[in-house]
């Protein structure tokens, strides 16, 4: 970008990632278009997620280990990690670069810049809450990773110990603690192990925070377009020119593509490679009235990976799973039977209530990068921008990218390295 700044700037989705991106530069006092097919913001991947604010677990999900698990899983319908067959020919390069990422190093340089991330942008949301007063049903009370394995708790805790360094609080605890913190689990007393416990995590409705933020954005100037959607980038030699929807041109000095899993197919007529997979996830969000059953605390199921996020009142959201198989949001019954099972274990007070017929059952697809960080910054056409890519950890980690892609659009220092979120790294 040459040393003007930009004027007229057009965000290009309003997931999660857009609607923050707009607000942080609105609030930079730039003539701010944020572009939305859908008629309300968050109403894809964003819409519906687990709501965990969790830094601390923010690593990639190619550890060293998870190709035996793909392929020893292949065709289970109950398995946390689900690989179609038919997707792989269609995963070609992105597949390829996934793989060599497990490797251990590659894994936790990952896996570290992810955190710092999340740490940065848990900062940033703070900040924004108490500037706005944002309500979004929130939890600040921390989360915890739940074990039914003593092995598997020991081998977590000394991996997370290594992997956080002095980065962020972890604390193991056992049984009893677990308890205290959380009654809903006394049915599960005698099967768990313990517990690891996250004392800085929070969490939210990421739908409602999303509405908030570009409501917010509206408020300080910018503009907000749902139901027009971009069909392309223009570009004129060397120069953004406009970004051209089905309601017409919109003329621009810069723009930011925040399509999440949609963005590799913008970028991709000016050149631009985006490598980004759409991993399907789930979730079920049910109205219990037996509200004293319900847990509180956001919670990671470690062994069957599906989490638990509190609704206000009386709501209460399973979520998880995640399948290979290519852009479709089509709601598998297998695969949500096999995420109400593991909710069931976990739960066996509401049982009789964790059903698919009595679930609002929701699918997304995970903007997911072969390597895991996010792809922050301004691409080699000077002009566009990307904030995409935050595979499973987007709704953690959006107030930070939203605050160094406008921090890079302006010319700003960025508030953390921004090594290894490159977009064309
Ligand atoms: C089951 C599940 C559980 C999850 N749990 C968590 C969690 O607990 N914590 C966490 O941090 N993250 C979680 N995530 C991940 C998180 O939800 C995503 O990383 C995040 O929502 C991605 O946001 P986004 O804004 O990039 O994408 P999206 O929310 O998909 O937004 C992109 C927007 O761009 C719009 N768009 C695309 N193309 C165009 C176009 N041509 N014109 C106009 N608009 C366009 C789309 O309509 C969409 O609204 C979970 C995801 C899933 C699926």
Redesign the pocket.
């Known amino acids: 970008m040459n040393n003007r700044k930009p004027e007229r700037l057009i965000v290009?989705?309003?997931?999660?990632?857009?609607?923050t991106t707009a607000l942080a530069l609105a609030e930079r006092g730039l003539q701010v278009t944020l572009?939305?097919?859908?008629a309300e913001?968050?109403?894809?991947?964003?819409?519906?997620?687990?709501?965990?604010?969790?830094p601390a677990h923010?690593e990639p999900w190619n550890a060293p280990g998870l190709l035996g698990k793909l392929v020893r899983n292949l065709g289970r319908a109950d398995a946390p990690y689900r690989l179609s067959p038919l997707a792989v020919p269609g995963m070609g390069l992105w597949g390829l670069r996934f793989l060599s990422n497990m490797r251990r190093e590659r894994f936790l340089n990952n896996a570290r810049n992810n955190i710092r991330l999340g740490l940065y942008s848990l900062e940033c949301l703070r900040r924004w809450r108490e500037r706005y007063g944002m309500e979004y049903r929130q939890t600040l009370s921390g989360s915890m990773q739940v074990y039914f394995s003593r092995e598997l708790l020991a081998e977590s805790v000394q991996f997370r110990r290594e992997l956080l360094e002095e980065a962020a609080a972890i604390e193991p605890i056992g049984v009893d603690e677990v308890i205290a913190r959380e009654p809903a689990l006394a049915p599960v007393r005698r099967d768990l192990a313990g517990a690891i416990a996250f004392p800085e995590h929070e969490?939210g409705d990421?739908r409602q925070f999303?509405i908030l933020a570009a409501g917010q954005a509206e408020k300080l100037g910018a503009r907000l377009m749902f139901g027009?959607?971009?069909?392309s980038i223009r570009v004129d030699g060397d120069r953004l020119r406009s970004v051209v929807?089905d309601q017409g041109e919109i003329a621009a000095d810069a723009c930011v593509i925040?399509?999440?899993?949609?963005?590799t197919?913008?970028a991709r007529p000016l050149g631009i490679r985006l490598p980004i997979y759409p991993?399907?996830?789930?979730?079920a969000t049910f109205e219990i009235e037996r509200s004293e059953a319900l847990p509180t605390l956001p919670m990671l199921d470690t062994a069957s990976r599906f989490?638990t996020?509190r609704l206000g009142e009386h709501g209460l959201r399973i979520?998880?799973?995640a399948d290979f198989a290519g852009h479709t949001r089509r709601i598998l019954p297998r695969r949500v039977e096999s995420l109400l099972a593991g909710a069931r274990r976990l739960l066996p007070e509401l049982a009789e209530e964790l059903v698919a017929e009595r679930a609002q059952l929701?699918?997304?697809?995970?903007?997911v990068t072969p390597d895991g960080p996010p792809l922050l910054g301004e691409t080699r056409v000077p002009g566009v921008f990307v904030?995409?890519?935050?595979?499973?950890?987007?709704?953690?980690?959006?107030c930070g990218s939203a605050e160094l892609v406008a921090a890079q659009v302006m010319g700003e220092p960025p508030a953390i390295a921004l090594e290894g979120f490159e977009p064309h790294r």
């Not at 290009?12 to 609607?19: E, K, M, N, S, W």
């Not at 572009?35 to 859908?38: A, D, F, H, I, T």
């Not at 027009?228 to 069909?231: F, I, K, M, W």
């Open positions: 290009i989705g309003a997931g999660v990632v857009g609607t572009v939305e097919r859908n913001a968050a109403d894809e991947t964003s819409q519906a997620n687990g709501g965990g604010i969790t923010s969490s990421a999303s027009t959607s971009v069909q929807t925040a399509a999440g899993p949609a963005s197919k913008l991993v399907r996830g789930y979730s989490v996020l979520a998880g799973l929701w699918a997304g697809l995970r903007p904030n995409a890519g935050h595979g499973p950890m987007g709704w953690t980690m959006a």
